[in-house]
């Protein structure tokens, strides 16, 4: 239920604030979460400790947030995306060895090619795509070959 002005829920703007954190920035301060959200800071600052209390994000030694270990570990039960990407990594390797190139899994999830797993060589190291990083499907090779649309 919202009990917000906006009508969204406290689960909306727990998600949003989870988000707020990625590969690049992987931990923020205070101010700068609710300025990437757009959440005012006092309900910024209680959703925080509420997540904080359930271990899904921590502070750092800076005093920055940052994902939790909790959040990882509920994440990672379970997925389908995990049994696939155990089902998937020996030919994955396999690929990898012999044709040296970046071998990468991804599902389409909404209008995302959802990135699962990927490999590179050593000599390859640039790639944008990153392990749970998402690109939009019309504007990358996985994302065009698992849409439906694009075959016919």
């Given at each position: 239920m919202a009990n917000s002005t906006s009508g969204e829920s406290v689960?909306?703007r727990a998600v949003r604030i989870l988000s707020a954190f990625g590969?690049?920035?992987?931990?923020?301060?205070?101010?700068?979460?609710?300025?990437?959200?757009?959440?005012?800071?006092?309900?910024?600052?209680?959703?925080?400790?509420?997540?904080?209390?359930?271990?899904?994000?921590?502070?750092?030694?800076?005093?920055?947030?940052?994902?939790?270990?909790?959040?990882?570990?509920?994440?990672?039960?379970?997925?389908?995306?995990?049994?696939?990407?155990?089902?998937?990594?020996?030919?994955?390797?396999?690929?990898?060895?012999?044709?040296?190139?970046?071998?990468?899994?991804?599902?389409?999830?909404?209008?995302?090619?959802?990135?699962?797993?990927?490999?590179?060589?050593?000599?390859?190291?640039?790639?944008?795509?990153?392990?749970?990083?998402?690109?939009?499907?019309?504007?990358?090779?996985?994302?065009?070959?698992?849409?439906?649309?694009?075959?016919?």
């Amino acid at each position: 239920m919202a009990n917000s002005t906006s009508g969204e829920s406290v689960l909306h703007r727990a998600v949003r604030i989870l988000s707020a954190f990625g590969p690049r920035t992987q931990s923020r301060g205070l101010r700068e979460v609710a300025r990437v959200t757009g959440l005012p800071g006092s309900t910024t600052h209680r959703i925080l400790n509420e997540l904080e209390a359930e271990g899904l994000v921590i502070r750092n030694m800076n005093g920055q947030w940052m994902h939790g270990n909790r959040l990882w570990e509920i994440a990672s039960r379970g997925a389908e995306t995990s049994d696939l990407r155990k089902a998937a990594l020996v030919p994955m390797e396999d690929l990898l060895q012999g044709l040296h190139v970046h071998i990468s899994l991804s599902v389409l999830d909404g209008t995302d090619a959802l990135y699962v797993e990927r490999l590179a060589p050593d000599e390859l190291v640039i790639n944008i795509t990153e392990v749970a990083g998402r690109l939009p499907s019309h504007a990358c090779s996985a994302g065009l070959v698992l849409t439906p649309d694009f075959h016919n």
